[in-house]
């Protein structure tokens, strides 16, 4: 498959650690604190899939160049809130959100979007969510 | 409800009609042609609902000042492709994202970091939304 | 298990006959001849399905007394338009809902509702598939 | 865009503050001590979001005159129970639907119906949230 | 309808006892006492509804002869945590899983794949429900 | 983090490379001409998403040996059934159930399983699907 190749080309060869170092840099960069216990956690049960979601969530697609970190966020609370059904992470993407940069009123800009594409329980939803994650971080004195 | 009174006093009073001319306006800056399409489709079934759409989603959200339109976009094109249920929507934000800034890659991007959040189908059905999409600009001379 | 066996001791004991017969004569006084291609259509990959459809969703559910049929298909209406999942699904509960004295205006105004539960995608995507089906029984002279 | 004009001189101009006024009527019709519950703790956060769910739900969709409360609150609790993502508002609106005239029966009745439509998990997670919201009216003597 | 009878033909009339009697059964020997503590608990609010469960779920469904319950299960926990809005019911079905031979590293795969086609929140989801389920079986020495 | 490290050692230091190739071999094995298809499509749009999909996707996962590939295609046919949202890929999967050993009535009866957890229209149109699956390969001699 040329397509394949040709891209592969643009790629130095990486082994897997650097793939996983890369990763956990981004990640401790990104979730702080809160991600590396989601993936503690995690890899209490299941290291393998610790290891994948550093490597491929965080090495491969958080590291790429074309988007900055704070577009990055602001589409995951986008997408966390618009589905509804994953409140954990959420949370600790629009704590990402606020980490790298996205103001807590542009958090709430994007919840309120998605009264209009979702409904307005996911908004809600989300907006009690970002509540509660200011108020950790405010008590935090973040 | 104090909460709501307070609120209520930062804003003029606007009618009815003020905020349908400015989401109209908003509308048409985001979505161009198909925007207006989408409108008249569906003021064609049931005329009130075209103006809540003009109205609440454009002339009360995407009028807000609190949050870029580059962001708003990026923020709608991830919930749509995340959700994966509306695929004439999503095609519609696609455009729009292009039309108020957001490059191609940052597009393929945003769909991309779905495979982490939504999974790799529904990534894939919006890199294959995208690439309609940008195909029918490339003929248009966008 | 007692509270089973009570409830049981109200009901005739049924053969599967008795509910399939029963859940045919509700299925075409709902759906009419769109029912029937559902039922016939599925029945030609899997016909034991057929009969389970027929037998559980309109022998069981459809015929039970305490809900009128107009009220049935305007929760089912809205549950698939905010799902926005099972477009075929959709529209022929739309036609279902006509059949059983739903008005057009009560099928729009189902729909609407849904952009403050579901979002906007979802109610225009149901007022959408509600032209199509409203303009086919405008050609059938219903 | 004529359609919009012609739909909108059959609406009297109307200030946000008339959306308003008739929205938040219409909740405490409707939802009782715990809309207005929702609406202050929405408006702790994002006062706008508060006010647009009163104008927007309540002020425009809810107030229309084509379709009755009961069918409303039955389309809505049927949505709420097939998405399965948003329980707060389930019970909500299963607490509003009994307000509004819809019998205890009948919740249940549109409840089992969603395990034909989205599966038996939507319809067990939305029968135990109706025995809570059941139970807590017992307990306040409704 | 020809397809109907001849499938029907096939099967031995049954009346409904047999089908609750035959799903019971199944149902004790899939989810024990887990199973018969969620029809009994629904059976509280709406008995007729415990019983479609048992007829239809396991007298049907989960008695057919094609298909292991082995592989049943793993297709159920794949769905329900694909799904991430039905989280009890996803914890009785992980139970439900271990209780027909399918081993915790097996339950671990299917979730982790559930990464590739729902996105990693829904693996995660259903990996700390794993947890939770395989903790207190090894508490209660299963 | 210890747990990482630890799992990190169970496995030989991989280029991207080997994922990569052992990837598109698996992939091979389970989509046939299908799978490569797709990721010739993705690649001519997001050539590194194409190879994403081949190493995360099928070098990391599908090439876990703890469990079967019958397994784990049941468990993605009925994931992908229950969502509902993602029929290109429902396909590719029914086909790819049938290259792994699951046998016809198998996939029609974890299709059929879906009625029971995800509603009776997801289930109704993975038999669609299926039946689509069936008769291409009929056509081809498979």
Chains 1, 2, 3, 4, 5, 6 share one sequence.
Do not use: C, W
């Amino acid at each position: 498959m040329t397509y394949a190749n040709q891209n592969h080309s643009q790629h130095p060869q990486l082994t897997d650690d650097s793939r996983f170092v890369r990763g956990l840099a981004q990640l401790n960069r990104i979730d702080g604190d809160a991600g590396e216990a989601v993936v503690a956690r995690v890899g209490a049960i299941a290291p393998d899939f610790a290891r994948y979601l550093v490597e491929y969530g965080f090495g491969d697609i958080y590291s790429r160049p074309g988007l900055g970190l704070r577009e990055r966020e602001i589409a995951v609370v986008a997408a966390l809130a618009a589905l509804g059904n994953a409140a954990p992470q959420l949370k600790v993407h629009i704590n990402a959100a606020l980490n790298v940069g996205v103001t807590q009123d542009e958090v709430l800009e994007v919840l309120m979007m998605m009264s209009v594409y979702a409904g307005f329980p996911a908004a809600l939803n989300g907006l009690f969510a970002a509540q509660e994650v200011f108020d950790a971080r405010n008590i935090d004195g973040k």
